[in-house]
């Protein structure tokens, strides 16, 4: 059984709390490493770590930092074959979409090269007397990640990439499901230039979370999970005077309108609902269509796109259409919420109850299941699936569709499908949702806009990467400068003839 460790001040270090979480293969149920979780002293021997190494690189002139990312992006193209490998192996997604998985923190990486623009200041000459003004972006000192399993490589990098770059040290707790790829990019830094302790990688569970949030040199925490924890983090991280942004869960509805291209609606929803067997936090997981011949032939077409899903191990490579969920808990959860759909009157038109994988009886396979006139009372709306279950709830009018969007209480993503330009705009000034989709059923910004909900699906004033990012990870001090006369007057300066 292999024995991961935590990457601490550039070394792998193995775990000292003799607390140990099993890490599976989803594909086969199999138990294939553990990780240890870290007790307070072993995240403070990170912290301290992280403090001493923090000040030199924050004093490294911004061109020289951006480098380090340069080099950074060149070894994630170089090893993207074995990163996705190894978050194919921990998170069971197809190796397609555990590349896009990299591709998409990638991104973030590539943005932050552009930092020491980023991080220019602003300066007023003359704003008095004598007297300039200025204003410069510092960095925070020592900041904490904390990440969910669900894009074990993307999540961290939307956060370490920006504060890295902006000069401050970066602890990251990712998730304990899948945890090898997070390690693997630290590394990665570290070939590509990083000063040992500047990124460091601290396995964990709560106690290791606790040890962040109350440790009182880290001065900002990311998070991204489900909304409890979000909302636990964010109370008791901004009590602690800490820089908190929390990003939680979701439940992203799909308007589909009656002049909407209907085939193109279906598609997007088997990729949007079913993709990485739904554990997206930007994946849909509620179809409104509007109006009984929309809803009607939308099932019609959903149908059979459903039943021919492919499902099975990421080792199929481009011949799976999504792989298991992550942990047998996982699994369990989304059976019992389909019971529940079902015994509160939904009907259940495509049942995945049953479903098995010849070879691979002890994976973590869902099959997928669409529910039809579901109302918004039941479970399986107001509740946070994260499974391969698509929920259809009608509506009879626009308006009613954009109601149940907005009175959900998570406001993540949504999209609308029509071909009305009005409507899509009304839509989009009107929602209260923080990512919205004309016609694009997943709309995740790219790495120069920023990411997050609104709702109960963030806390906490800035998205993540984008501009906000350098907002987050800095500090602005503001310098107002005034200079007494000196050797200008005084000085002797002319070439004065001999008399
Ligand atoms: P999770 O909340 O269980 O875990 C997230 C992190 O919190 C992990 O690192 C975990 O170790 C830690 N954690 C778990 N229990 C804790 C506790 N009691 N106290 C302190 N820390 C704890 O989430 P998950 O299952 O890993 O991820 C799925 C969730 O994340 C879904 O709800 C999904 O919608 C959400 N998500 C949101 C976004 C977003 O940007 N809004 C993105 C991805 C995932």
Known sequence: MQELTHYINGAHVKGTSGRFADVYNPATGEVQAKVPLANHAEMDIAVQAA????PAWAATNPQRRARVMMKFVALLNDNMDRLSEALSREHGKTLPDAAGDVQRGLEVVEYCVGAPELLKGDFTDSAGPGIDMYSMKQALGVCAGITPFNFPAMIPMWMFAPA???GNAFILKPSERDPSVPMMLAELMEQAGLPKGILQVVNGDKEAVDAIIDHDVIQSIGFVGSTPIAEYIYGRGCSNGKRVQCFGGAKNHMIIMPDADLDQAADALIGAGYGAA?????????????GKDTADKLIEKLIPRIESLKVGPYTSGNDVDYGPVVTAAAKAN?????????DQGAELVVDGRDFNLQGYEDGFFVGPHLFDHATKDMDIYTKEIFGPVLVCVRAQT???????????EYGNGTAIYTRDGDTARDFANRINIGMVGINVPIPVPLAYHTFGGWKKSAFGDLNQ??????????RTKTITSRWPSGIRQGGEFNFKAMD
């Open 334 to 342: 989304i059976l019992k919420l389909v019971e529940t759909g079902v």
């Open 51 to 54: 403090a001493a190494a923090q």
């Open 278 to 290: 739904g554990e997206r936090c930007m994946a849909i997981s509620v179809a409104v269509p509007v």
């Open 465 to 474: 990467h984008g501009p906000d990012a350098f907002k987050f990870y800095t």
């Open 164 to 166: 890295i770059a902006c």
């Open 398 to 408: 626009y308006e009613e569709a954009l109601g149940l969007a907005m009175d959900h």
